[in-house]
């Protein structure tokens, strides 16, 4: 089955942008392409149409491939851009990659041109995921923020290689302990209730085994309040050392 392939061609030769399109139809892929000769086009192409991969010709007649390297990046779009040249020095190719060209080829040797291609595909199919599960991580924890506001929960990280406790505001006010106050485990024990202390260390130190997924719920009343307080580990830390 063909692999649909939108390809933007910066190049001045219709014969070698015939002869790239050529290979990649020979290689399965089914290709759409486009070809540009200086910024102006650059510029009306990349706002046009969305685009999987930009060969680009190292030079051309008032244009040249660092010059597309910088409209690609001022238009932020992650677009791999391979660069070819007829012929191009290893100090120019060194340079090409850092500014931002993901690959380079000779034109009298486009052997790696399909690999390339399918490699830089795979690569930002692979950007796009880790983006989108940022994104999708970015909006969980403004929900969870919320529902902690709205719900006034206390939250705290536990860390058991030091006994250190982070608490959250919240956390804080539940035990009726000041924002400038150290918090250990000991601090978190001298809170509860005698007639919950060792159930509560219990339940804790079953969840901090690996094979238990560090999952720990429990209620306890405080000495102060003498209320049951529902509280949650919100991470635990684990160390091999």
């Known amino acids: 089955m063909s692999k649909p392939l939108r390809i933007l061609q910066i190049e001045d030769s219709e014969s070698d942008a015939e002869l790239i399109v050529r290979l990649l139809k020979q290689a399965g892929f089914e290709v759409t392409s486009q070809r540009v000769e200086d910024g102006e086009g ?125 608490w959250s505001k919240f956390a804080r006010q539940h035990f009726g302990v000041s924002s400038e106050a150290e918090i250990t485990y000991d601090t978190f024990l001298r809170a509860l209730h005698p007639e919950n202390r060792d159930r509560v260390t219990q339940t804790l130190q079953t969840a901090l085994h690996y094979e238990n997924g560090g999952d720990y719920a429990d209620e306890y009343r405080a000495l102060e309040s003498q209320r049951s307080w529902p509280s949650s580990i919100s991470s635990a830390r684990y160390s091999s050392a």
């Open 42 to 166: 650059l510029h009306r192409a990349l706002k046009g149409s969305t685009w999987d991969v930009i060969v680009a010709d190292y030079h051309l007649p008032g244009f040249d491939a660092p010059g597309a390297l910088r409209i690609l990046q001022e238009s932020d779009q992650d677009i791999p851009c391979i660069v070819v040249s007829g012929k191009m020095g290893e100090d120019v190719a060194v340079e090409m990659m850092k500014s931002g060209a993901h690959d380079y080829l000779t034109k009298n040797n486009l052997t790696r041109l399909v690999p390339a291609v399918e490699r830089e595909l795979a690569e930002a199919a692979a950007r796009r995921e880790s983006r989108q599960a940022q994104e999708e991580l970015r909006e969980s924890e403004e929900r969870l923020a919320l529902a902690v506001e709205a719900t006034q929960l206390g939250t705290f990280d536990f860390y058991p290689q030091t006994g250190k406790l982070i």
